[in-house]
């Protein structure tokens, strides 16, 4: 139980006019989608319920928008597990804007007990099994709760949808009805822009290798020249060409070749940071972005994608690649296309003095 300690102020409980403070972690911010629709949850919640205090509890996976958030939950993840993700939404009576806590989950993980139906506490207070509640005792002032329990179109239990009050009191029906429409529309959404976005990231990912495209590297590689102009940070692109390659499938066959691409998509991603971007932007032609890099640092890098490459237990015969490095040093400005002509060019130097010295 995450309780707060004795006399802490829970989520807008306090005298009137205070500020707003939330127990438990430190007050942050939704992202810009998810923020919206808790924003357009809570408000039509509180307005529906004519509740003060309006909180969407998340037990299990991430609320976010994204294809890897609350709606694809990793196996094994459980009310009591280990890996403790959960958060709770809170929008106060007054409030601007919509802040993410955990003050106490316990009251939420009952109500998740009973997916099928409202959890109803007219008085907090006078219930045994949450009168010492961190929120109902002290100067919190909690009396009344009700929750709703949201689930995916799998079944999969992700939360809780809350209204709250300072005073005892109870549901009418068409509020209960309405608050469990209001948590299936908020998952509804989710799982859409959910969708939306896996869609949107497979029309940027090239289906053979799983990394960017050619489309998904030039949308990128403005993003990050864009904010080389406005940081001033260095910013480095590779061009990385594959050696002979027609010459390995016309020996060895296209599947043969494909399986070379995959392997060495996996390579050039192993020595690079989350911030770096790797695309396939022709058949065995490929670039590495790479933000906030000098000139020294992306040598460095090639140095050890061709170590890896090196080392590597390839199908029939070594591959080997030949890359270019072109740097935009901090307050240089330039086009981007010609970022993309200085790596191009160098990339051919590069191969064309590797075939001198063979």
């Known amino acids: 139980m995450h309780a707060a300690p004795e006399g802490q102020q829970q989520p807008g409980f306090g005298p009137a006019g205070a500020a707003a403070r939330l127990p438990g972690h430190p007050v942050s911010e939704p992202d810009e989608r998810l923020g919206q629709l808790l924003w357009n949850v809570t408000s039509l919640a509180g307005m529906l319920c004519d509740a003060p205090i309006v909180m969407v509890s998340q037990l299990q996976g991430q609320f976010d928008c994204?294809?890897?958030?609350?709606?694809s939950l990793m196996a094994g993840v459980a009310l009591d597990s280990g890996m403790d993700q959960r958060r709770q939404w809170w929008r106060l009576f007054g409030q601007s804007g919509i802040v993410c806590s955990a003050a106490d989950f316990s009251l939420c993980e009952s109500a998740?007990?009973?997916p099928e139906r409202i959890t109803e506490i007219s008085d907090l207070t006078l219930d045994q099994r949450f009168a010492h509640h961190g929120m109902a005792r002290g100067p919190t002032g909690l009396r009344f709760y009700a929750a709703t329990p949201m689930q995916n179109q799998?079944?999969?239990?992700?939360?809780?949808?809350?209204?709250l009050d300072r005073k005892p009191r109870l549901l009418e029906s068409h509020?209960?009805?309405?608050?469990h429409l209001l948590a299936q529309q908020f998952i509804a959404q989710l799982e859409l822009h959910r969708d939306l976005q896996m869609l949107q990231r497979q029309t940027l990912t090239d289906p053979l290798t799983g990394v960017g495209n050619r489309r998904g590297f030039?949308?990128?590689?403005?993003?990050?020249?864009?904010r080389h102009l406005r940081s001033g940070e260095a910013l480095s692109l590779l061009m990385i060409d594959v050696d002979m390659f027609k010459q390995y499938n016309d020996t060895y066959g296209h599947p043969a070749?494909?399986?070379?691409l995959s392997l060495l998509c996996e390579l050039l991603r192993m020595p690079l940071r989350a911030s770096d971007f790797v695309a396939r932007v022709g058949g065995d032609e490929f670039a590495?972005?790479?933000p906030n890099t000098p000139e020294v640092g992306a040598e460095l890098v090639v140095e050890r994608i061709q170590a890896m490459l090196q080392a590597a237990q390839w199908p029939y015969c070594p591959v080997s690649v030949s890359a270019?490095?072109?740097?935009?040093?901090p307050g240089e400005v330039c086009d981007f296309a010609t970022l993309l002509q200085r790596a191009d060019q160098a990339m051919y130097m590069r191969k064309h003095n590797r075939r001198k010295d063979d």
């Open 66 to 71: 994204t294809e890897i958030g609350a709606l």
């Open 112 to 114: 998740a007990l009973t």
């Open 154 to 163: 799998r079944g999969d239990l992700l939360g809780t949808l809350c209204v």
């Open 175 to 179: 509020q209960r009805n309405g608050l």
């Open 218 to 226: 030039d949308r990128r590689l403005r993003e990050e020249w864009s």
């Open 257 to 260: 070749g494909d399986d070379v």
């Open 288 to 290: 590495v972005i790479l």
């Open 324 to 329: 270019g490095v072109a740097t935009l040093s």
